[in-house]
């Protein structure tokens, strides 16, 4: 996205992905309203809507499955272009970003590089890779450092990634079984002091699409995680059929809630899960990493062109970085413990307070907002 948005102000950027070529990964895949504004004039949004399921109700549920609260995105009209959710694989956004970078910008794309350091020297920066010719050096005004959780870049900085990791790990089950003949909306979040749950509808290969559900599981061998039975287990606990379910997807990971120390260090600056990572309940980490891109792309393209000196990248880092702290970590763990409440008083308090919101319009709105990122945003911007 970022190497998209330099190139369409006619920079020249390279881009190293260490992967051979784009990946299938199933982890994100939920759009939010002002993603999708921001990314629409970029031409990326019109073609993701082809594919993608339009969300525009989203519930809480108990794990009895009643229904506690319901959404309407719709509520969000005149503040932003797509009030709704988009659901769509991160893997097909991809090859629409990739397509548009060659179509008439002078961003190169490189797979298969791997960066093993960092050196700066002045006005340059020194970028040492390895790729099946070898080892190499690349010469850069200006590095991005989208790397992610594990950032090399990051790592050769020696910046701080500052957090915890939660004790469970995540487990995702991808079924094409249809959960909307129980009265389930396209994004449902279920909680249980036990075992919540998250459901999402996305489109796969096309209708009727799948259904992936987050589990939290133990922290343990993996295999042991994936295994069959444990796997059945999970989705009978949570709605018992006579008939085993059809799993086409699984996998596990652990989930992190850290935030760099400063996403920038002279003419090297950190962007997405290399300089935030978070749990995934309320789609923040996908989306918070397109607005960081777009952010920085903005910005660096104005010191580029000599518009503005570079003190002003140190205001990305205070706005993405306040957005991070403020906005999706804080939203993100108060989500997930909302979910997991143990304490039945508490729990019972704060689904009642879910329900007064949501039928409230003008506090639904108001929750909307600040669930969709809007309100976030709104007071990043206002940072100088």
């Known amino acids: 996205m970022c190497a998209l948005a330099l ?40 073609q993701m809507e082809h594919e993608g399921i339009r969300v525009r109700h989203w519930q809480i549920r108990d794990r009895r499955g009643e229904l506690v609260a319901t959404f309407d995105l719709g509520l969000l009209e005149g503040e932003t272009r797509h ?10 956004l991809t090859p629409i970003q990739l397509d548009l970078i060659g179509q008439g910008t002078q ?36 590095v991005v450092g989208a790397d992610g959780g594990r950032s090399t870049v990051r790592k050769s900085l020696g910046i701080e990634f500052e957090g915890f990791t939660w004790p ?21 979040y279920v909680a249980d002091p036990v075992e919540w749950v998250a459901l999402f509808k996305m489109p796969d290969n096309g209708p009727p699409g799948l259904w992936r559900i987050v589990f939290p599981t133990p922290d343990r061998d993996d295999a042991a995680t994936l295994a069959v039975e444990n796997v059945e287990r999970k989705m009978q606990g949570f709605i018992a059929r006579r ?20 996403f920038r260090s002279g003419r090297v600056l950190l962007a997405g899960d290399a300089a935030h990572v978070n749990n995934p309940l309320g789609a923040f980490g996908l989306n918070s990493g397109i607005h960081d891109a777009i952010s920085l792309a903005e910005k660096l393209g104005r010191v580029w062109r000599g518009e503005a000196d570079d003190a002003l990248l140190d205001l990305y880092v205070r706005q993405r970085r306040m957005a991070a702290v403020e906005q999706v970590e804080r939203m993100s763990i108060r989500n997930k413990r909302q979910l997991e409440e143990r304490d039945p008083h508490v729990q019972r308090k704060r689904l009642q307070e879910l329900i007064a919101i949501a039928q409230d319009p003008a506090r639904a709105r108001d929750h909307l907002l600040e669930t969709s990122m809007i309100t976030g945003l709104r007071q990043s911007s206002q940072i100088r």
Request: proline fraction near 6%.
């Open 243 to 262: 008939a085993p379910y059809d799993v086409l997807y699984k996998s596990v990971y652990r989930v992190h809630q850290r935030v760099c120390k400063t």
């Open 168 to 188: 469970e790990q995540f487990l995702v089950v991808s079924t094409p079984y249809d959960f909307a003949q129980h009265g389930f909306a396209m994004n449902v």
């Open 107 to 142: 961003a190169e794309v490189h797979f298969g590089y791997t960066v093993t350091g960092l050196e700066a020297r002045g006005d340059r920066v020194l970028v040492h890779i390895s790729g099946d010719d070898g080892p190499a050096t690349i010469e850069a005004s200006w």
């Open 7 to 46: 190139g369409k102000q006619g920079i020249p950027v390279i881009v190293l992905e260490s992967e051979r070529g784009l990946t299938r990964d199933l982890r994100a895949g939920s759009f939010h309203p002002v993603t999708l504004d921001m990314m629409e004039p970029f031409g990326i949004t019109s």
């Open 83 to 92: 009030p709704y959710r988009l659901h769509l694989e991160q893997h097909r």
